[in-house]
């Protein structure tokens, strides 16, 4: 059982920044997830624990993802944020267990933009 405690989230006005962080249990294949109201949740970024990055297009060149293997800790610094970026934001990260990959998820964190 992987556990993660996420931080950060709020109420921003739009261009406005946010920075939100995971600590998890252990360090793993990890990344944010966004889910807002009457939509399905989509991937915002993820990186491994090399370093290798992928990102939702809708966020590149404005979202960073960052990691600290050490401290078992990814974080999302969202700059130039958009009223459709509004959405509850969740920390997951995937542990494999031979070839079966799990995912755990984080409590979620209100993001809200808007003037």
């Known amino acids: 059982q992987v556990q993660l405690v996420e931080s950060g989230g709020g109420l921003v006005q739009p261009g406005g920044s946010l920075r939100l962080s995971c600590a998890a249990s252990?360090?793993?294949?990890m990344g944010w997830y966004r889910q807002a109201p009457g939509k399905q949740r989509e991937l915002v970024a993820t990186?491994?624990?090399?370093?290798?990055?992928n990102y939702a297009d809708s966020v590149k060149g404005r979202f960073t993802i960052s990691r600290d293997n050490a401290k078992n800790t990814v974080w999302l610094q969202m700059n130039n944020l958009k009223p459709e970026d509004t959405a509850v934001y969740y920390c997951?990260?995937?542990?494999?267990?031979?070839?079966?990959?799990?995912?755990?998820w984080g409590q979620g964190t209100q993001v809200t933009v808007s003037s």
């Open positions: 252990e360090s793993i294949f």
């Open positions: 997951n990260a995937r542990k494999y267990y031979g070839l079966r990959g799990v995912d755990y």
């Open positions: 990186i491994t624990r090399a370093g290798i990055i």
